[in-house]
C-alpha cells in the first residue's frame, strides 16, 4: 500500500496576524495508522519542505497518543521535515490520497493546481481520497473527467458551520466547508460539534473534524486492504 499525505504549505490565518497551518493530530494520528499497517508513506505540500504546523495544535489539551508518538518519532519527524513538492509527484505513483486538516488548506491546496489535479487523477484511476475536517475543502474545484464536481451526488461530510462558530473564525476563513460542499451538490451530513463522523461514498472519504481523523484512516486501510469501499 503506497500513501500519499498531502500536507498545507500556508502559515497566515487570514489578515488576523496569526498563525496557521495543518492540524498535528489529523496527521499524527492517520500517519501512525497507516505505518502500523505496514503501509509505504509519502509526504507532499505545495512548497515542499517543513510544512507550518498550527500552533493551537501544538497546546497541551491538544496532544494524543498519537502526537506524544511522533514527538519521539525521529524518522517520522525527518520525513516531516522535507515533504516533497506536490507538483512533481502523480497520482498512479500511489494507491490512496490522505489530506489532513488545518485551516491552512482552506487557502492554498483548495486553489492549488497541482492538489486539483491529483484529487481528479486519483478518483478518475478508482483511487480513494480522503480528506478530514477543514481538508474538504480541497475538493472545492476538483471536477470529474464529465465537468462536474466530484462532490456533485455523494455524501460528504466535512468541519461544520457550528464548529467553525465555536472557534470564532468564520469572518476570517476563505470560505466555510460546509457550505462548500452544499454549493457544490454534496449530500451533506454531519455528527453533533467534535463527535467523530466519517462518511464513505465510493472512493471518496471524508471525515467532520479533528475527532473523526483516525477512524477515517482506518476506513481508508480498510478499503485498500479490501479492494472496495469500506464503510466506518
Not at 95 to 111: R, S
Request: charged share 20%; proline share 7%; aromatic share 6%.
Amino acid at each position: 500500500m503506497k500513501i500519499l499525505m498531502v500536507l498545507t504549505s500556508h502559515d497566515k490565518l487570514g489578515g488576523t496576524g496569526q498563525k496557521t497551518g495543518f492540524w498535528l493530530e489529523e496527521f499524527a494520528a492517520p500517519y501512525y495508522v497507516f505505518v502500523d499497517a505496514g503501509a509505504d508513506v509519502t509526504l507532499a505540500s505545495p512548497l515542499g519542505g517543513r510544512p507550518p504546523e498550527d500552533p493551537k495544535s501544538d497546546a497541551p489539551e491538544s496532544q494524543t497518543d498519537a502526537t506524544r508518538r511522533l514527538r519521539a518519532d525521529s524518522t517520522a519527524k525527518a520525513a516531516l521535515s522535507n515533504t516533497l513538492k506536490l507538483r512533481d509527484l502523480s497520482p498512479k505513483d500511489f494507491d490512496a490520497i490522505f489530506y489532513p486538516g488545518g485551516h491552512g488548506p482552506l487557502w492554498d491546496l483548495a486553489e492549488d493546481k497541482a492538489s486539483i489535479a491529483m484529487i481528479e487523477g486519483a478518483l478518475a484511476a478508482d483511487k480513494p481520497v480522503v480528506a478530514v475536517c477543514h481538508a474538504p475543502g480541497v475538493l472545492r474545484h476538483a471536477k470529474t473527467p464529465q465537468g462536474r464536481s466530484v462532490v456533485e451526488g455523494k455524501e460528504v461530510t466535512g468541519f461544520t458551520n457550528s464548529e467553525e462558530q465555536a472557534v470564532g473564525l468564520t469572518e476570517v476563513v476563505p470560505f466555510l466547508v460546509e457550505d462548500m460542499l452544499q454549493a457544490n451538490g454534496g449530500v451533506y451530513s454531519k455528527a453533533g460539534d467534535w463527535q467523530p463522523h466519517v462518511v464513505v461514498d465510493g472512493r471518496l472519504i471524508t471525515g467532520q473534524n479533528p475527532a473523526s481523523s483516525e477512524l477515517a484512516a482506518k476506513v481508508l486501510i480498510n478499503a485498500l486492504r479490501a479492494g472496495t469501499p469500506a464503510k466506518p
